[in-house]
């Protein structure tokens, strides 16, 4: 089993520019989330996702929009890139919200200059 | 605002000790507790829950979670070179919010 899988693994963009991050899970998992970790700041929540067909703000949602597309997929978009947006991006699953027991995809590290 | 916070070390602990990693949390209502254990340029790895209070083992790992004093706790025994990571605790709060906090995280280095 893959488990979580983020794409893409790395990338550089413009300020302005817009761009989506893919996640896809193969656990049969309900629950999904978007991270960002950037140091001394620890991991902190996007965007989740409860289950299939809602998605709800996590403490730093301004700048990104999310589609959970389906079961399986879990999409984090940048409209229009800020700096201050570059951190790496952790997509998570877990097979329901209670208890949290996430299980994360191996990152995106996007620096925007 | 829920708070988790942990020593951002570097915790340094020979081989073969017994290493010991903490956490507190702001929010009395938390029920859920997990540590993570991070590899530098890798993922967050879910290695231990506990949900109750007591000590919860697997392996070399130890779990402790004490909700009266809002800490909870990592115990590694034998400690390798290959533990050598940041360990991430995280509090989640049932009956309503359950999205976890994650503390800042401790840097533990095992040396042989």
């Known amino acids: 089993n893959a488990g979580v899988t983020q794409t893409p693994k790395f990338q550089v963009l413009k300020t302005g520019q817009s761009m989506t991050l893919q996640c896809a899970q193969d656990?049969?998992?309900?629950?999904m989330y978007w991270y960002r970790q950037d140091p001394g700041m620890g991991l902190r929540l996007i965007y989740y996702?409860?289950?299939?067909?809602?998605?709800d703000k996590g403490e730093v949602p301004n700048g990104y929009n999310v589609s959970r597309l389906n079961k399986r997929e879990f999409s984090l978009r940048l409209e229009s890139a800020a700096p201050s947006q570059t951190s790496v991006y952790f997509c998570?699953?877990?097979?329901?919200?209670?208890?949290?027991?996430?299980?994360f995809g191996q990152g995106t590290r996007l620096t925007v200059v | 605002q829920k708070e988790v916070e942990q020593n951002s070390g570097p915790l340094s602990v020979p081989e073969g000790a017994i290493a010991s990693l903490n956490c507190t949390y702001s929010d009395r209502g938390s029920q859920s507790f997990f540590w993570y254990r991070q590899y530098s340029g890798k993922s967050p790895e879910l290695i231990m829950s506990?949900?109750?209070?007591g000590d919860k083992e697997d392996g070399r790992f130890t779990a402790q979670l004490n909700k009266a004093s809002q800490y909870v706790s990592l115990l590694i025994r034998d400690s390798q070179p290959s533990d050598s990571a940041t360990y991430l605790c995280?509090?989640?709060?049932?009956?309503?919010?359950?999205?976890?906090?994650f503390g800042r995280g401790t840097s533990l280095i095992v040396h042989p």
């Open positions: 656990m049969n998992h309900n629950s």
């Open positions: 995280a509090v989640s709060h049932s009956g309503g919010s359950y999205i976890p906090t």
């Open positions: 998570a699953s877990s097979q329901q919200l209670d208890p949290p027991e996430a299980f």
């Open positions: 506990i949900y109750s209070n």
């Open positions: 996702s409860a289950s299939e067909g809602t998605t």
